[in-house]
C-alpha cells in the first residue's frame, strides 16, 4: 500500500489526486502558462486536498494559479473518469521523491469559459506563483508542447471536453 503523508495522499496504485483546469475565452482559444523557474508550458492543475471534492480544489486552484474567482468563469463540463499520468523520476518534485510509492497523477480535467475581463487573470495571488506568464493559443496546440509523460492525458482530456465547446 502507498504511503498516506499530508496532503498529498497517494491511492492504492501510488497516483496522486489532481485536478487539470483548461480556461477558453470567446475564441474558443486556451490559456496556456508558464511554469516558474522551469522552461514548460502547462494548464492549470494542482492536488486534491483531504476531504476536497474535485470541483472544489479546481476552483482553489484556479485563484491559487491564475488568480480567477467562480464569478469569473462558467463551467461548461469535466472529464468523466480519473486520467493517469506516470512522472519519470527525474523530473519529479522533492516531495513526491520521499514517497517510495509515488507514481504519478489521476487528474479529473475540468472546462471553463472566461466571463470576466482577461485583466482578471492574475499570477501573483500565492506567495508562490506557479506560473510566471500566460496567453492564449489554439485549442490542440497544448498537446503538441507539454512535456511527452503528459501528453497522452492532454490529448485525452481535450478531445474528451471539445464537444462542450461545440454546443455552444
Not at 46 to 62: F, Q, V
Not at 87 to 105: D, E, L
Not at 137 to 158: E, N
Amino acid at each position: 500500500m502507498a504511503p498516506q503523508n499530508n496532503k498529498y495522499r497517494l491511492d492504492r496504485n501510488g497516483y496522486r489526486k489532481n485536478v487539470g483546469i483548461i480556461v477558453c475565452n470567446d475564441q474558443n482559444q486556451v490559456l496556456w502558462a508558464r511554469r516558474a523557474r522551469h522552461d514548460g508550458w502547462q494548464f492549470p492543475q494542482g492536488g486534491i486536498e483531504p476531504r476536497e471534492s474535485p470541483m472544489d480544489a479546481a476552483y482553489r486552484e484556479l485563484y491559487e494559479e491564475v488568480g480567477l474567482e467562480p464569478s469569473d468563469v462558467e463551467l461548461l463540463g469535466a472529464t468523466d473518469k480519473w486520467l493517469r499520468y506516470e512522472v519519470p523520476y527525474a523530473p519529479r518534485p522533492h516531495y513526491f521523491r520521499r514517497h517510495r510509492g509515488f507514481r504519478g497523477q489521476k487528474q479529473r480535467w475540468f472546462l471553463f469559459r472566461l466571463l470576466a475581463e482577461e485583466t482578471s487573470v492574475r499570477l501573483d495571488t500565492s506567495d508562490n506563483p506557479e506560473f510566471d506568464y500566460w496567453t492564449w493559443v489554439d485549442y490542440w496546440r497544448p498537446v503538441h508542447q507539454i512535456v511527452q509523460f503528459k501528453r497522452s492525458v492532454y490529448l485525452r482530456a481535450l478531445t474528451e471536453l471539445e464537444p462542450f465547446l461545440l454546443r455552444l
